[in-house]
């Protein structure tokens, strides 16, 4: 390449015009942005969200930034945080997953800060979080295998582009850009451990500390800070620090993983980061969640509750449930300490749970992992009865496809199956946009009229038509 990764990354979002971005580009933006405000909502009593909104409300400062629903103003990169929290926190935002998973919808409020705080019009808003979709999704799928089957976690990959959201709503050039993505990937590298064992309030917050540090680091840039330009190919860069890079000729050099061998060589693929780039937008790939859980759950969960609703089956009838799906499932979900979660963050990520309170309830919502629900024994009973186990046929149809097969045998040996292959708001299976206002009006009901929610509703539609801070003052509580 003539130019650096992150100068080609900066020069491309500089020039960036809203008229730039077709139609339906703009819609689907539209659409994760008002999924996003939902989660926020929905988020407003977490535990998580309330320490850290209290600890930035406490500290002061000058009053630049909104708090989704709360209404405080805030520094600006105190208000990025604390959104993206909110957004995060319930695990049920926007999920992309090739290569390595990814929440893009992280990055929105890094774009609603700076716009506010900058005066910018929605307009541009929405051309930022366009450039977010885009940059976090395309580098999601250069790790060949992912980041996460090196032991690292997404937010290494949110690092990189939270400063190009940031910068462009600051209207930094391409050299201030470059460096805005060089400082801020100098210190936001995160390992697997927020999403391993039993989960902590750190598995949720990785991503929004990194969007934190991103507008920091796009601030500092605007003030002529400089970081490395080649922060991802150059010595110790990125792709050096994480395998499979030649640092000396900026080319791939795969080379073996000692006991993962089921994922073959790790390398790097750039072409997947600037094929079609300004023609086709990643955006309109990314998939929105029908459940609050982690994303690899979605078409288990799916396949589960159709065969007990379908079969009138009861927690008490079940002998067995076998889960076939792919080995990074088995990895991640399935581990030893999701038999037995002793937290929200850790029970949202334990497929085991997620089924047994599937047959249980015959739903999964946000108060499938209350304390309360937590300690059901009816749910317990059935957890130890749950097996996962790995497909190499599967994996080989993964990211494309997330095939499922449930199999479900009852105490009188009957025996019911079901196979799918994209869960419910999958590209492949959107959700529409009465499920999606569905899916809003259940996680703000308890913040929100009909009246607000139809308004909030409108207001997302239309924003292209006013000013950031506008549209801000209009999500208060």
């Not at 689907?28 to 988020?43: P, V």
């Not at 999704?137 to 089957?149: N, Y």
């Not at 749950?386 to 496809?401: H, N, Q, R, T």
């Not at 492949?428 to 259940?442: A, C, V």
Request: net charge negative; hydrophobic share 35%.
């Amino acid at each position: 390449m003539e130019k650096s990764v992150s100068r080609i990354i900066s020069e491309f979002a500089v020039d960036l015009k809203y008229e730039d971005i077709p139609g339906e580009v703009i819609h689907e933006a539209k659409r994760f942005l008002y999924d996003s405000i939902g989660c926020a909502y929905g988020a407003y009593e977490t535990k998580d969200v309330n320490i850290i909104r209290n600890y930035f409300r406490n500290i002061g400062g000058r009053q630049e930034a909104t708090v989704i629903g709360f209404g405080d103003k805030i520094p600006t990169a105190h208000a990025a945080f604390v959104n993206s929290q909110m957004i995060r926190s319930l695990d049920f935002n926007d999920i992309y997953w090739k290569q390595d998973p990814s929440h893009p919808s992280d990055l929105i409020p890094a774009a609603l800060a700076i716009g506010e705080y900058s005066n910018a019009s929605m307009k541009d808003v929405l051309t930022a979080i366009v450039l977010g979709y885009e940059f976090e999704q395309r580098l999601c799928e250069i790790a060949v295998p992912g980041i996460r089957e090196r032991k690292w976690h997404h937010a290494s990959i949110t690092q990189f582009v939270a400063p190009v959201v940031a910068g462009k709503l600051l209207n930094l050039n391409a050299e201030q850009m470059v460096n805005a993505v060089g400082i801020n990937g100098s210190h936001n590298f995160t390992s697997g451990a927020p999403a391993s064992g039993q989960l902590s309030m750190m598995k949720n917050t990785v991503d929004p500390m990194a969007v934190y540090n991103g507008v920091i680091s796009s601030f500092l840039a605007k003030e002529g800070f400089t970081g490395p330009e080649f922060i991802f190919e150059g010595k110790e860069g990125f792709f050096d620090c994480l395998w499979g890079w030649d640092y000396k000729t900026k080319q791939n050099k795969p080379v073996k993983a000692p006991g993962m061998d089921i994922y073959g060589e790790w390398g790097w693929d750039l072409y997947k980061l600037f094929d079609g780039l300004g023609n086709k937008y990643k955006i309109l790939e990314c998939s929105m969640k029908a459940f609050p859980t982690e994303a690899l759950t979605h078409t288990h969960i799916s396949a589960v509750l159709s065969l007990v609703n379908k079969n009138d089956i009861k927690p008490e009838q079940i002998d067995k449930i076998i889960i076939t799906t792919i080995a990074r499932v088995c990895d991640i979900l399935f581990d030893p300490q999701k038999y037995k979660p002793k937290s929200r963050e850790t029970a949202d990520h334990s497929l085991p749970y997620c089924i047994a309170a599937a047959v249980v309830d015959r739903k999964i919502t946000t108060d499938s992992f209350s304390e309360e629900k937590l300690k059901d024994p009816r749910i317990w009973s059935v957890i130890d009865k749950i097996e996962g186990v790995a497909s190499y046929d599967f994996e080989k149809l993964f990211p494309e496809k997330q095939p499922s097969k449930v199999e479900i045998i009852t105490t009188d040996g009957k025996e019911y199956s079901e196979y799918l292959e994209y869960p419910k708001g999958h590209p492949n299976n959107p959700m529409t946009d009465e499920e999606l206002e569905s899916k809003f009006n259940s996680l703000s009901s308890k913040l929100l009229d009909s009246r607000k929610q139809k308004e909030i509703k409108e207001l997302v539609n239309n924003c292209e038509n006013m000013k950031a801070g506008e549209f801000m003052n209009k999500l208060i509580v």
